[in-house]
């Protein structure tokens, strides 16, 4: 058995014996708790014939608990530095291959077909750098990958706004665009003490599993993501205000809008951040003959 990564001591010695410093601007914050990543792969219900997808792997700590745990780990790091370091920590762990890349830049997809050929179960699972949360899933959910689902530790304050319902302070465009494509939830709350820099905000865990078919089905998926990101343009202003002032031509158009929301059986004086989904969907369908 080799001893653990994600130990402190451990983790100073890697980080002592390369001379390794942080780089704030890449989101490095390491994990220096095996049980908290032990808990994190339970989560992604991994079996000897998965793979998992692993973003930043820094020293390694996450991708070892995931190769004990799955088949093969493929994982990207951005930071050149952490290469060698990386071929050392995880020289005892064949099934784990590393690409040096952004993974914003990286061809997620053909990585898939030539790496993970014949394994049918893939999860990302991911200990993000907080500076690019947001992009990295949305890219994992928009390229419409064959992955089960994603678990990942993000910002807290983020976590909130993915699994938000309807009604409350933190539901957005973002809670609608990830519950488009997958069930959110928030499996974990984690402390700050258990990372290195600790960071200045509080994180958790979300598991997003993909839906097979996404929430609701529209006619024009851009159209619908379109409404939705004017609809939440500005907070405090009504529906109707944000699509007059946030759509081409809106104000223009504003009768047409009023006609379209009351087809949809939606007021138009509410706000954004009451309607479902399934309203949103309604009303792109029967907007969408009107702005194309
Ligand atoms: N997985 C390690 C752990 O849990 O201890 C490190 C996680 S640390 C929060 C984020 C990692 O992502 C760092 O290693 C950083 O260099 C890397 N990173 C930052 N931006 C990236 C990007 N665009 N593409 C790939 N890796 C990135």
């Known amino acids: 058995m080799h001893k653990d990564i994600a130990t402190p001591v451990r983790t100073r010695a890697i980080l002592e014996k390369y001379g390794f410093s942080f780089k704030k601007s890449l989101g490095q914050n390491f994990l220096i708790d095996t049980n ?11 079996t ?8 930043g792997p820094g020293i390694g700590a996450l991708t070892e608990q995931l190769a004990k745990r799955s088949k093969k780990v493929v ?16 020289s005892p762990y064949p099934n ?17 077909e030539t790496e993970l050929q014949g394994i049918d179960d893939l999860m990302v699972v991911a200990n993000l750098p907080y500076y690019v ?69 509080d994180s958790a865990v979300i598991r997003l599993t993909k839906r097979k078919e996404p929430a609701v089905s529209v006619q024009d998926e851009g ?29 223009q158009k504003k009768e047409e809008i009023i006609a379209a929301l009351e087809q949809a059986g ?13 309203e949103f969907a309604r009303l792109s369908d029967g907007l969408s003959p009107i702005f194309s």
């Open 223 to 251: 159209f619908f993501f379109q409404i939705i990101r004017a609809s939440f343009a500005q907070r405090r202003k009504t529906l109707l205000n944000n699509l007059t002032s946030h759509l081409p031509d809106g104000k």
């Open 96 to 112: 784990t291959k590393i690409i040096h890349e952004d993974v914003l830049k990286a061809d997620v997809k053909g990585m898939i």
């Open 36 to 46: 908290i990543l032990r808990r994190i792969v339970d989560h992604a219900e991994l």
């Open 266 to 278: 939606i007021e138009p004086g509410r706000r954004g951040e009451t309607l479902s989904i399934e």
């Open 133 to 201: 949360t947001t992009p990295i899933i949305m890219k994992l959910l928009e390229e419409k990958l064959p992955i089960r689902g994603i678990v990942c530790m993000l910002q807290k304050e983020v976590a909130d706004r993915i699994s938000a319902k309807p009604g409350t302070k933190d539901y957005g465009s973002l809670s609608i665009a990830i519950q488009y494509y997958t069930e959110a939830e928030t499996v974990m709350i984690v402390p700050k003490t258990v990372f290195i820099p600790q960071p200045n905000v």
């Open 75 to 90: 994982a990207f790091e951005i930071d050149q530095r952490l290469l060698p370091i990386l071929e050392d920590t995880l």
């Open 48 to 55: 000897d014939d998965s793979a998992a997808i692993e973003i």
